[in-house]
């Protein structure tokens, strides 16, 4: 018995020692109004708007560089880059547009937002997350 015991704290410290080794210092969560899934201007465009909450779980400030990725021809309207203090959590406001909510097919797409550490020279950070991008039927 004393032997399994042994042999189970060695692999519970063991499992800690990876996770600890192996975390991701930062985090993304997208959150939207659930009020109002868009808007349409009197141009006709669709604008969808998000907030990205950025953590930043180490202990030194990091820029980070926002991306979005759309099968939809989208305009991103917001900061490129973000500035987060230590340990700190940063809600950053954007909106994405489509012009003239021409050409659209379906309901929505998946939008994937994408942040990455800048100044890393070795293994860059990444973290993505996807929401949807609604456009409302009359644009369809």
């Known amino acids: 018995?004393?032997?399994?015991?042994?042999?189970?704290?060695?692999?519970?410290?063991?499992?800690?020692?990876?996770?600890?080794?192996?975390?991701?210092?930062?985090?993304?969560?997208?959150?939207?109004?659930?009020?109002?899934?868009?808007?349409?201007?009197?141009?006709?465009?669709?604008?969808?708007?998000?907030?990205?909450?950025?953590?930043?779980?180490?202990?030194?400030?990091?820029?980070?560089?926002i991306e979005v990725d759309s099968p939809l021809d989208l305009v991103y309207d917001g900061p490129s880059t973000v500035e987060v203090a230590g340990g700190a959590l940063a809600a950053v406001p954007v909106r994405l547009d489509l012009l003239g909510g021409e050409g659209v097919v379906t309901e929505g797409v998946d939008v994937v937002f994408r942040i990455r550490r800048l100044g890393d020279e070795g293994r860059p950070v990444v973290v993505e997350d996807v929401s949807r991008f609604h456009v409302p039927k009359e644009a369809r």
């Open 1 to 65: 018995r004393l032997v399994g015991y042994a042999t189970l704290i060695l692999v519970l410290v063991g499992l800690f020692g990876w996770v600890v080794t192996h975390r991701v210092p930062m985090g993304l969560t997208i959150v939207r109004d659930r009020n109002r899934l868009y808007r349409v201007d009197w141009d006709g465009n669709v604008e969808n708007v998000y907030t990205l909450r950025i953590s930043n779980r180490a202990d030194e400030s990091h820029q980070y560089a």
